[in-house]
């Protein structure tokens, strides 16, 4: 029974020398194995992430690339200093010219009887707007007889003493109080003659009076001026007083635009300066006035300052109190500036596209001030010499948006 024991313990000994004999030339290469596992590992990641940022910037939303037809719809230029008008905005309303317009009232205290204007009508200078009944208008005229009368009694009682004078009948004496009693009724005549004019009444109206000798009660409000009746301030019935305007009329063949600047800017306000306007109310319709007046006042509740135009109105569209974009055209000066046609409007923002590379551009935010003469100035965003597509920016914003979308 020994020897097979003996024999079986030999055979595990001899097998577990060769087993871990094989462990000992396993375990080397363990490592080794590794660090390549590794380095594979790592060159994989390395690969992702280049792949990534390419498909980032693949994915760019600002970035368009050019497709070869689209090259005719667009035209490269750099950006470039020209010279330019500065430029200063203001909102601006409508207003009668103040030299134009006339206050109408009643000479005289009386009844309104008659009124034969109304507002919008259009008047001629002498064209009654209203009547009145005067009692003041009766004593004037009443006056005016009087000193006619008197006047006439004065020259020929001067007559007489010249007479009786060569007839030696009276003395030097009385002839010289006859005639200064006749200067007196001269002035009195032309006083009274002149408060008739005062009042309204023409020179015919007043050689009629003195014809017939017939008073005239009623007494015509007529307009001092050509133009439109654009208020009216009294009713039948009513009684005037004199100092009281009762009518406005306004000649609209010529108005103003009145428009306001902050004190910052004011001294960049000039009389003679260019103002472009837009009126809002008739679809956006564009005049072009100088400045005839700036003010020397500010305002002291918006600390601005006034200036106005005046703009010819011939068909009267222009109506008082219409509001007017208004763009004063300062001093040339050279600065950059780029086509409106290169501008694209996105999110409420100016944007203009630039190169980047062979047929690729980037949609890059700018700050541009309003167009002049098809420019638009450069405030911000944008350097000296980079190359932007000046012309068929829309197209190239299309592809961009189609681009983005897929």
């Known amino acids: 029974m020994a ?15 060769f087993t871990l004999a094989g462990c000992g030339e396993r375990s080397p290469q363990a490592p080794v194995a590794t660090p390549s596992g590794a380095a594979k590992a790592g060159s994989g990641s390395a690969g992702t992430g280049a792949a990534a940022a390419g498909a980032r910037r693949a994915a760019d939303p600002m970035e368009v690339a ?26 601006g309303r409508i207003e009668a010219d103040a030299r134009r317009v006339a206050r109408i009232g009643a000479a005289v205290s009386g009844r309104v ?10 008047v001629q200078r002498g064209q009654p707007l209203a009547e009145i009944a ?64 005062l009042i309204g009444m023409t020179n015919l109206q007043i050689d009629t009076l003195r014809g017939s000798g017939t008073l005239n009660a009623r007494m015509p409000i007529a307009s001092s001026l ?38 910052q800017v004011a001294r960049q306000v000039k009389i003679g300066q260019t103002v472009e306007m837009e009126v809002a109310a008739q679809r956006g319709r564009k005049i072009v006035g100088k400045i005839i007046h700036v003010g020397d006042m500010l305002s002291s509740e918006t600390r601005s300052i006034e200036f106005r135009t005046e703009v010819a109105n ?23 500036a780029v086509p409106a046609d290169a501008v694209v409007r996105d999110n409420d923002r100016d944007h203009v596209f630039v190169r980047t590379g062979p047929d690729r551009f980037r949609l890059v935010p700018v700050e541009l ?16 010499g980079v190359e932007i597509a000046v012309s068929g920016a829309f197209h190239l914003n299309n592809e961009r948006r189609r681009a983005e979308l897929e």
């Open 314 to 336: 011939p068909q009267r569209e222009l109506k008082p109190l219409m509001m007017v974009s208004m763009r004063v055209l300062g001093e040339p000066q050279r600065q950059l």
């Open 369 to 384: 001030g309003y167009a002049v003469g098809g420019l638009r100035p450069v405030r911000r965003g944008l350097q000296e």
């Open 134 to 197: 005067s009692p003041e208008l009766t004593t004037a005229q009443l006056n005016y007889l009087r000193s006619y009368s008197a006047s006439t009694q004065a020259e020929r009682a001067v007559d007489r003493a010249r007479q009786l004078l060569q007839a030696d009948v009276i003395g030097s004496a009385e002839l010289q109080r006859r005639e200064s009693e006749l200067t007196i009724a001269r002035a009195e005549l032309g006083a009274s003659r002149d408060q008739l004019s």
């Open 3 to 17: 020897r097979p024991i003996n024999r079986l313990m030999f055979a595990t000994a001899i097998a577990a020398a």
């Open 226 to 263: 050509s133009g439109v009746v654009i208020e009216r301030k009294l009713s039948k019935g009513q009684v005037a007083q004199p100092g009281d305007s009762l009518f406005t009329v306004a000649d609209l063949s010529s108005v103003w635009v009145v428009g306001s600047l902050p004190e």
């Open 66 to 91: 050019v497709r070869p037809e689209m090259a005719a719809y667009f035209k490269v230029g750099k950006v470039d200093q020209v010279e330019m008008a500065q430029t200063l905005d203001a909102v």
């Open 113 to 122: 009887t008659e009124i034969l204007a109304e507002v919008g009508d259009t």
